[in-house]
């Protein structure tokens, strides 16, 4: 009985629906950049969190569902402008600690639009973590938007004062561009153990993206990759796309891989 009321109370708090019981995005998250050259999708999902840093999407669309591996970086040379965004949520952060009870975890999962970072306001963060918090038991979570970051809130234990655990998916991308390769096969190591289709979504939110194609050496040595790792995109994994603030670039059609 316990555990069906579990399952019922996780479906009015929207985190059910259908065959997923895994925390559900707005359907305006299934419009942004990430998604504009995948198949079109219904509902995205979000799944877990990989060794690499990776974010899993789990997405359902017709005519088959598939997963969505998201790897957000920004170049060293910003990460200043990251480290801001990181300094508020520290700063509601410790505001919500203070008016709250117990032990909790605070994920930020994808970090959306880099022109909306700038909107968000540390005391209505701290306002809505205080607010959740107040409500929750043990083991309960929330999953919401603020100012385009999407973030899942835990309750851990009780405690007579407030501590929040804060992660984030951001990797700050500090090897030379030339070595881009690396970090694709990273994701393409994880990605092949995968079940059913999956996509590689690599988000750079720098302004000087980290790739370039035609700049020597890093093309020579992605092309050499994707080459030797041919066999995947015949298999589970459909592309490898890199997202900037311009656009799309698929590496698998780009460098006609599948044409090879």
């Given at each position: 009985m316990l555990q069906l009321k579990s399952i019922i109370r996780l479906h009015f708090n929207g985190y059910l629906e259908g065959y997923c019981m895994n925390p559900e995005f707005?359907?305006?998250?299934?419009?942004?950049?990430?998604?504009?050259?995948?198949?079109?999708?219904?509902?995205?999902?979000?799944?877990?969190?990989?060794?690499?840093?990776?974010?899993?999407?789990?997405?359902?669309?017709?005519?088959?569902?598939?997963?969505?591996?998201?790897?957000?970086?920004?170049?060293?040379?910003?990460?200043?402008?990251?480290?801001?965004?990181?300094?508020?949520?520290?700063?509601?952060?410790?505001?919500?600690?203070?008016?709250?009870?117990?032990?909790?975890?605070?994920?930020?999962?994808?970090?959306?639009?880099?022109?909306?970072?700038?909107?968000?306001?540390?005391?209505?963060?701290?306002?809505?973590?205080?607010?959740?918090?107040?409500?929750?038991?043990?083991?309960?979570?929330?999953?919401?938007?603020?100012?385009?970051?999407?973030?899942?809130f835990k309750k851990r234990v009780p405690a007579d004062w407030g501590t929040i655990r804060f992660q984030h998916p951001m990797n700050v991308y500090s090897q030379e561009r030339g070595k881009f390769d690396l970090l694709v096969k990273k994701q393409l190591q994880e990605a092949a153990v995968d079940e059913g289709p999956v996509w590689i979504v690599i988000r750079d939110f720098s302004q000087e993206p980290v790739f370039r194609f035609g700049e020597e050496p890093q093309t020579e040595r992605l092309l050499k990759l994707l080459t030797k790792q041919k066999e995947c995109f015949s298999g589970n994994i459909k592309g490898v796309h890199v997202v900037t603030e311009t656009g799309t670039t698929d590496l698998v059609q780009q460098f006609e891989i599948l044409k090879s």
């Open positions: 707005s359907r305006d998250f299934n419009h942004t950049l990430i998604f504009k050259a995948l198949p079109p999708v219904n509902q995205v999902y979000y799944k877990s969190q990989a060794v690499s840093g990776a974010t899993v999407l789990e997405c359902k669309a017709e005519p088959s569902n598939f997963t969505v591996r998201l790897l957000e970086i920004i170049h060293a040379p910003e990460k200043p402008l990251w480290e801001s965004v990181k300094e508020m949520t520290g700063f509601a952060i410790k505001d919500a600690e203070s008016r709250l009870f117990g032990t909790f975890s605070l994920d930020l999962i994808t970090v959306g639009d880099r022109s909306r970072w700038r909107s968000l306001e540390v005391r209505n963060l701290a306002d809505l973590l205080v607010n959740h918090g107040r409500t929750m038991n043990p083991g309960d979570e929330k999953f919401f938007p603020f100012a385009s970051l999407w973030f899942l």
